[in-house]
């Protein structure tokens, strides 16, 4: 069971409660480049071996979902 965390607590609240969806912005056979278009995170996933690197932090506190094909990043709960 998820349990809500004080809104006051630092990096939680509102901004977990929508995710953002990013959007591919590029790819190739190895690697596929990620942007939110609401808070301008960029992340480089590895298609063929497991990695993410992330270019632009944006809102580091929101959850990002979105992906490529079978490369999907999901919404999941924030561990305190």
């Known amino acids: 069971?998820?349990?809500?965390?004080?809104?006051?607590?630092?990096?939680?609240?509102?901004?977990?409660?929508?995710?953002?969806?990013m959007i591919c912005v590029a790819h190739d056979e190895f690697r596929a480049t990620l942007a939110c278009p609401i808070c301008d995170r960029?992340?480089?996933?590895?298609?063929?071996?497991?990695?993410?690197?992330?270019?632009?932090?944006?809102?580091?506190?929101?959850?990002?979902?979105g992906g490529l094909n079978e490369t999907v990043m999901a919404v999941s709960a924030a561990q305190p």
């Open 1 to 21: 069971m998820l349990r809500r965390l004080p809104t006051d607590a630092p990096g939680y609240g509102d901004s977990m409660d929508v995710p953002h969806e």
């Open 42 to 65: 960029t992340v480089v996933v590895g298609l063929r071996e497991p990695g993410l690197d992330v270019l632009q932090r944006g809102d580091q506190f929101a959850r990002h979902v």
